[in-house]
């Protein structure tokens, strides 16, 4: 007997390397021991056609279009919507269409429990709370002593993450030993552009820019504090991976 097919609705695949892609790519990866797991973007139009048994998708907002398509061509096969950020604390107030995916849905996941807070009780009895986690990494010594104490903010640069306030933080410090290190690309160019002057200016503050999830991981091992300075995200998956980080 073939596995059942889920289609995993993603605004973010592997090459935008951020939280919403490791989100995706880990529950596939939790999910292909029992089914048929595809990944694929948002504006996929092939989900009416070759129908999978079920679709998860990310995002309320961005994922609309293709969780109204699915829901109208197959009426009675399961719509699972994971609510992110900036559904919880802006889309869904505001946004019609984000709010017709709410509708749509056949259950809700929030990432966290105050998630439940944001939604009409109506929607609280279909909604899962499904906490983050991330696989541990051995922890290293912490040496008072050491050279450098670095402070690491991971996050891609738009104003939804707010990285100037990290960057302004780079302008007030007074200890050599202090390093910011910051990963993430410039999706706004503007944020770009303070990045590098802050760190053409600021010696204690490096634009590591876009690195690769291992590589990241360990440099977030090896930092002393982890910086998240988001203006909507109460439980972003960075979180979690700096505590399994050590």
């Known amino acids: 007997m073939s596995k059942p097919h889920i289609v995993i609705i993603s605004p973010a695949l592997a090459k935008a390397n951020n939280g919403n892609w490791q989100t995706a790519r880990r529950w596939a990866r939790f999910l292909c021991e029992h089914f048929r ?18 679709i998860i998708a990310l995002h ?15 009426p009675s096969r399961p719509v699972i919507l994971v609510l ?18 709410l509708r749509l ?3 809700l996941v929030v990432l966290q429990q105050a998630g439940m807070q944001e939604l009409e009780p109506l929607l609280q009895r279909k909604t899962t709370v499904i906490y983050q986690s991330a696989p541990s990494l051995k922890s290293v010594p ?6 450098h104490f670095d402070v690491t903010m991971i996050g891609h640069l738009r104003d939804e993450k707010d990285p100037a306030t990290f960057m302004r933080a780079a302008k007030l410090l007074a200890s ?35 690195v690769p999830h291992a590589r990241t991981r360990q440099l977030l091992k090896r930092s002393q504090l982890m910086v998240i300075t988001s203006r909507m995200e109460g439980g972003a998956n960075v979180i979690i991976v700096a505590v399994t980080s050590g």
Do not use: C
């Not at 030993?177 to 503007?190: C, E, K, N, Q, S």
């Open 37 to 54: 797991v595809m990944l694929t973007p948002e504006t996929d139009a092939s989900l009416t056609h070759a129908a999978p048994d079920a």
């Open 60 to 74: 309320a907002r961005r994922s609309a279009a293709a969780i109204a398509a699915f829901a109208a061509a197959h």
């Open 84 to 101: 992110t950020g900036t559904d919880l604390y802006r889309d869904i107030h505001t946004d019609d269409s984000a709010k017709q995916s």
């Open 105 to 107: 849905a056949t259950r």
């Open 142 to 147: 912490r040496n008072i002593d050491a050279r």
């Open 176 to 210: 050599p030993h202090v390093r910011l290190i910051h990963i993430g690309t410039a999706l706004d160019p503007l944020l770009g552009a303070e990045a590098e002057a802050t760190q053409r200016e600021h010696a204690r503050y490096r634009w590591l820019r876009n």
